[in-house]
């Protein structure tokens, strides 16, 4: 296994999430909205580079802190560095950063902000059979891994703070095209809520079913609920299946209003 991701539960319900590739040693940290938390699990205090999708405080609050206890280098929307941590390495859609043998490439999700951005790492595949060593529980040999922030969450999407449901139907036809396996990285532990609100739009969905049965008995345990797959969100995820833009839209203002 060549790249390993974890949760790193912060401020009341945010995730950073933690990459490491096993080939090199490299970390990377996503969206820490605090730095306490984040340094308490870094293997050896070492974080390589500190990853953002976008300005909101409790995704960038703990940046400072991590730069100055680790020496990280900061990556981000060349297109939003005005509100930004003040990045070292500015990318634009489509670029790419290598995060030890792994890469990852910025893809253009605004939506829940204007300025918001995913991160899309691929490992390297294995060259033969049975190369398991190092493989952690629930991830594949060479499996993907996305880091949306808040534009796709488990069973959701970002609220339109910014951008448009036009942006955000978009952004997530982006992230639909992804190998259907990539385990999807969000912002936040949402995954109860917007099981609720889901099994209003489709109640008979079965596989929205179990997944709500799963998150239920992951809270229960004390469990993150996230990752989940991206195949798993589009047999599950009325947000992903909108099939056009008014649908996507219809739904958002309805999750906006759902109590």
């Given at each position: 296994?060549?790249?390993?991701?974890?949760?790193?539960?912060?401020?009341?319900?945010?995730?950073?999430?933690?990459?490491?590739?096993?080939?090199?040693?490299?970390?990377?940290?996503?969206?820490?909205?605090?730095?306490?938390?984040v340094?308490?699990?870094?293997?050896?205090?070492?974080?390589?580079?500190?990853?953002l999708?976008?300005?909101?405080?409790?995704?960038?609050?703990?940046?400072?802190?991590l730069?100055?206890?680790?020496?990280?280098?900061?990556?981000?929307?060349?297109?939003?560095?005005?509100?930004?941590?003040?990045?070292?390495?500015?990318?634009?859609?489509?670029?790419?950063?290598?995060?030890?043998?792994?890469?990852?490439?910025?893809?253009?999700?605004?939506?829940?902000?204007?300025?918001?951005?995913?991160?899309?790492?691929?490992?390297?595949?294995?060259?033969?059979p049975?190369?398991?060593?190092?493989q952690?529980?629930?991830?594949?040999?060479?499996?993907?891994?996305?880091?949306?922030?808040?534009?796709?969450?488990?069973?959701?999407?970002?609220?339109?703070?910014?951008?448009?449901?036009?942006?955000?139907?978009?952004?997530?036809?982006?992230?639909?095209?992804?190998?259907?396996?990539?385990?999807?990285?969000?912002?936040?532990?949402?995954?109860?809520s917007?099981?609720?609100?889901?099994?209003?739009?489709?109640?008979?969905?079965?596989?929205?079913?179990?997944?709500?049965?799963?998150?239920?008995?992951?809270?229960?345990?004390?469990?993150?609920?996230?990752p989940?797959?991206l195949?798993?969100?589009?047999?599950?995820?009325?947000?992903?299946?909108?099939?056009d833009?008014?649908?996507?839209?219809?739904?958002?203002?309805?999750?906006?209003?759902?109590r």
């Open positions: 296994m060549a790249l390993t991701v974890r949760a790193i539960p912060c401020l009341s319900d945010n995730y950073a999430w933690a990459v490491t590739d096993a080939a090199t040693g490299t970390v990377a940290i996503c969206d820490p909205g605090e730095a306490r938390p340094l308490a699990d870094l293997p050896e205090g070492r974080c390589d580079f500190i990853l999708t976008h300005h909101h405080q409790d995704h960038i609050g703990g940046v400072a802190e730069v100055a206890a680790t020496g990280a280098k900061v990556v981000g929307a060349r297109a939003d560095a005005y509100r930004l941590p003040p990045l070292d390495h500015a990318l634009s859609p489509g670029d790419g950063i290598a995060i030890g043998s792994a890469r990852a490439v910025v893809i253009d999700t605004p939506g829940h902000t204007r300025g918001h951005i995913a991160f899309h790492l691929q490992s390297p595949r294995p060259q033969g049975g190369q398991k060593a190092g952690k529980p629930g991830q594949k040999p060479g499996q993907d891994i996305l880091l949306c922030g808040d534009t796709l969450f488990s069973l959701g999407c970002g609220r339109l703070l910014e951008g448009t449901a036009e942006e955000m139907f978009t952004s997530l036809q982006r992230l639909r095209i992804l190998p259907p396996e990539t385990l999807v990285c969000c912002g936040h532990e949402y995954t109860l917007n099981a609720r609100f889901a099994l209003t739009v489709e109640p008979d969905n079965k596989a929205l079913q179990a997944r709500a049965q799963q998150a239920r008995e992951q809270r229960g345990r004390g469990e993150p609920t996230v989940t797959r195949e798993e969100e589009m047999a599950a995820n009325p947000f992903l299946r909108a099939p833009v008014a649908t996507l839209a219809k739904l958002r203002k309805a999750k906006d209003e759902f």
